[in-house]
């Protein structure tokens, strides 16, 4: 029961994930016509898809969205057995429920690459398989700033683009857990270091 609590968190997680991606599929329409404002132009819900990783992030060859669905079944393995190692040995609460969060995201977002390319025919048109090429449901858009960046600009010069990317619960998952992790890492592992130093 140590760690089944933990797990516990996972299996919501990814339902929660899956049910609000699976409504926005059904209820909205993609992109702006089916935009519903939710705090004013702040804090929308936006129906779009990704194909690749944060930020829309590709691999180039045909084959990278395969390698990318495959790498995310292995990240996925090698957390699940983590966060039950770390349970094991006590490992403060805070990370455990932190790295069940990160693992729910890892889930979720690996569910959509997998099985949405067949489930909701979202594959790209020049997909070699909708099996692992599904392209994942994102729809909450926080719009703090968009305009074209300054051509004197690294990497974004000239571009059109929004402050802020469009994301969904897996993604909030990931970024909740780490940010967790980051922020009160002294407080975690100052009994790891105190039994060390002892």
Known sequence: M??????????????????????????????????????????????????????????????????????RLVAM?????????????????????????????????LIDSIFYGVWLDNAPYNAISPWFHGQVVDMFYIDIWEGRVAEWIPFWGGDYISLWPIFNVADAAIFTGVAVILIFQKKFFKAVKNETAG
Do not use: C, R
Request: hydrophobic share 50%; charged share 15%.
């Open 77 to 109: 393995f090698f957390i699940a057995y983590y966060l039950y190692k770390l349970a094991k040995e006590k490992t403060h609460p805070g990370v455990l429920w932190s790295m069940a969060a990160v693992l729910a995201g890892a889930i979720g977002n």
């Open 2 to 71: 140590k760690y089944t609590k933990y797990f516990l968190l996972t299996f919501f997680l990814i339902a929660l994930d899956q049910a609000v991606k699976l409504w926005v599929h059904t209820n909205m329409e993609m992109g702006i016509a089916g935009q519903i404002e939710v705090f004013g132009d702040w804090f929308k819900l936006y129906y779009t898809l990704n194909p690749g990783m944060a930020f829309g992030m590709q691999f180039g060859s045909e084959y990278g969205k395969l390698g990318l669905s495959l790498f």
